[in-house]
């Protein structure tokens, strides 16, 4: 018996049921859902929907919640809660993130790829003779199998699992090749990639083992040159810090300090899937720690999430007539979700003004236009949520999950300055990079208590520094000697094995930045 699929355009296939898996995956390694920001298993996207033409199983109560009484009834479901078993199904229309690709300079020829390999998103750039020509980010191809780091190292576990990982992403690093190719009318002849620690064993397709439990290690530290595949160069790998502090920090490290004269101590925090922090004291002495943060940054998991894109909401501006959306693309037109940064700039525009409260909890606001905001505070699906135009709506549950995100980050930053002995006020500078290093206002930050109060003067908005650090890499041969004597610096922060560590973290789920 198999999977019988009917697609939005009437294609007919037969898919092979895979007994363990959910039926989500089963759709998405059939490449029908490629490039869609599934949130795999978390039943908040929505875009996993699947019409059961016959014997549809039983919803439960996240499925009645997201689709509603009449689509449930029609046969609606989400197909990453229902396991890979033999029936009949239609899908709609698949909805694709967009592919971003920028051009920077008229310059043709062959060019070197500079890669940045996030766990939801890869950035990358193409490069003639030391000079940016263009540059393009995408959905990384894997996150179906997994949203964050931990549930694609337990897709890892087995030799299929690697070889199809690792192949989605050379596969798509070679389609990112031939096309910047034939664009530029070259070819590539030098190529780097930097990404965490996990990242770089997927692609890689090495056994993650000592990745995927305690205790923590690395069988394999980078700073060296990889084979990824037959039409493409060597790939350089930046050296590994820690477990999960990975070569993306290396080269953002090189892209902060090589060539440069920084003010010390700083901290980087690269905000992603994968939270990694540095802690920088001096040329010679560096703190690093790495927590979990889920894909909510990046726009994916959440009810409306969507990575930055056209027709994406990335800010929120309070008026006298209430809030205003700003756009991606600036244009104005009905959106099509809101990026992480437009979470954010919802959060710290509705805790301002008291409609959220430091818990978290929606209240009844503080001022004559806070008010005139909660009246917008209603009840969907049964539990509180803030409505806005065009259907949108922020649940409590999207709150707890923005929550989450903070508490890791406060941990993180709170700890490594506990542990070099120095308060918010001794740093002389914060470097925000990563998902949110180029597009978030620092003052979301500090409202929501990501940051100190009263240190968004000494932050400096970084963008993507792994990217940066990564083409240094590929071009000046003294940054990778300066990357290479990294590791020597470096002592390692293991929070997460610490028994104390769900108490701490559960201290500053609060909408305040806590010591």
Known sequence: MSIFVTTHDGTRLALEHSPGDTLAKTIFLSRLWHGVPLCSGLGKCGFCRVRYLSDAPDYNRDELKKLGQEAVDQGWRLSCLHPSEPCKIEIPEPLRSKRNVHAQAALTGDFALAVDLGTTSIHWAALVDGEVAVTGNELNPQTGLGSEVMSRLAAASTAEGRFVLRALLVDHITRVCQTVGINMQGQCNALAISGNSAMTYLLLGKKPD????????????GGDEKKLGPSLPPAYIPPLLAPFVGADISAGLVAIEYGEEPEYPFLLADLGTNGEFILALSPEERICASVPMGPALEGVGLSFGRTAGPGAITGFRLTPKGLEMEFYDRSGTTPAGMSGTGYLSLTSALLSHGVLDESGRFGQGSTPLATKLAASVTTIADEPAFALPHGLFLPASDVEEI??????????????????????????????????????RLGDLETIGFLPPGTRSKTVKAGNTSLKGTALLLTDPAARDFAHKLPHTITALDLTSDEAFGDRYLKRMRFTYVD
């Open 210 to 221: 000592d990745l995927a439990s305690a205790p923590y290690t690395l069988s394999y530290t």
């Open 403 to 440: 929550l989450k995100v903070k508490a890791a980050f406060n941990l993180a930053m709170s700890e490594l300055l506990k542990h070099a002995g120095i308060g918010p006020a001794g740093l002389a500078r914060i470097y925000i990079a990563g998902a949110l290093g180029e597009h978030v």
